[in-house]
């Protein structure tokens, strides 16, 4: 069992910042990858980014170059840092990880606006 926590969203005005955080505990050394999924007002669901045990990154098109993925080993942590936030990157982040099954964190609300 892994057990997820986020936190760091809020309010942010269009071209602001916000950075994201998740902590891993319980299992963690069966972790392959963690990563960030976020579901839209029109509750379309939708990959953000993921980074891998050893450090490898994707990104979706849509947050490229505006979003960064990193992770704290030593914390278990993984950040999701946004940058020049759009008011469509308005959802509820969901932490993920993949360990043997996807585990989801609660979700934390970010919301850009114009």
């Known amino acids: 069992q892994v057990q997820l926590v986020e936190s760091g969203g809020g309010l942010v005005q269009a071209g602001g910042s916000l950075r994201l955080s998740c902590t891993a505990s319980?299992?963690?050394?069966?972790?392959?990858?963690m990563g960030w999924v976020r579901q839209t007002p029109g509750n379309q669901r939708e990959f953000v980014a993921r980074?891998?045990?050893?450090?490898?990154?994707n990104y979706a098109d849509s947050v490229k170059g505006r979003f960064t993925i990193s992770r704290d080993n030593a914390e278990n942590t993984v950040y999701l840092q946004m940058d020049s936030l759009k008011p469509e990157d308005t959802a509820v982040y969901y932490c993920t990880a993949l360990a043997g099954t996807m585990y989801w964190g609660q979700g934390t609300q970010v919301t850009v606006s114009s």
């Open positions: 980074i891998t045990n050893i450090g490898g990154a």
């Open positions: 319980g299992s963690i050394r069966s972790i392959n990858y």
